[in-house]
Antibody, heavy 116, light 108 residues
């Protein structure tokens, strides 16, 4: 079955950086767009970023544009979220999601806490 | 940006009851609408896509309908494992991909 496993979360001070990794298995990874979706504690779902299956297109939420970048390595079945200039409001559980239109498969998430 | 609005925010229901959740889009999303279920402490799970198609593994008691700007998720007979938060999401007008704020289905 499809497995998406996120890693790289942790506690970081405001202004610092963090890199999240999502390792995928059980799917034709290079055929899927990959998204990051986050959920602040007790809140709803917020789309963060997407990278096309071949890496040709990338889009970001306005709240992270200019601070976050997304990349993928189809040879390793991995997608990455580089988060720079982190803010307190970036504190959330970050989910990796595979999508063919709808968001078909979700990882269990990795928690990012931005605090001084 | 397409704003998704769900109603009600919370629904108190007894097991066995029929439940209807609503989702409205600020502009047409055609049939590019999905519903997700999120149980406490778990990741969201795709239930319905393309407004009315059940995802693999989604029980038959879940059904979706609608197109354009008005959508409905119906649970024909609520089971104990259905108490959760439900989110709608549009994937027609992007970026961004947008979610509703969620409807919590709780035990009455």
């Amino acid at each position: 079955q499809v497995q998406l496993v996120e890693s790289g979360g942790g506690v970081v001070q405001p202004g610092r950086s963090l890199r999240l990794t999502c390792a995928a298995s059980g799917l034709a990874f290079s055929s899927y767009g990959m998204h990051w979706v986050r959920q602040a504690p007790g809140k709803g779902l917020e789309w963060v970023a997407v990278i096309w299956s071949d890496g040709s297109n990338k889009y970001f939420a306005d709240s992270v544009k200019g601070r976050f970048t997304i990349s993928r390595d189809n040879s390793k079945n991995q997608v990455y979220l580089q988060m720079n200039s982190l803010r307190v409001e970036d504190t959330a559980l970050y989910y990796c999601v595979s999508a063919a239109g709808s968001f078909d498969n979700w990882g269990q998430g990795t928690l990012v806490t931005v605090s001084s | 940006e397409t704003v998704m609005t769900q109603s009600p925010t919370t629904l108190s229901v007894s097991p066995g009851e029929r439940v209807t959740l609503s989702c409205r889009a600020s502009q047409s999303v055609s049939s590019s609408l999905a519903w997700y279920q999120q149980r406490v402490g778990q990741a969201p799970r795709l239930l319905i896509y393309d407004a009315s198609t059940r995802a693999t593994g989604a029980p038959a008691r879940f059904s979706g309908s609608g197109s354009g700007t008005e959508f409905t998720l119906t649970i024909s007979s609520l089971q104990s494992e259905d108490f959760a938060v439900y989110y709608c999401q549009q994937y027609n007008n992007w970026p961004p991909w947008t979610f509703g704020q969620g409807t919590k289905v709780e035990i009455k």
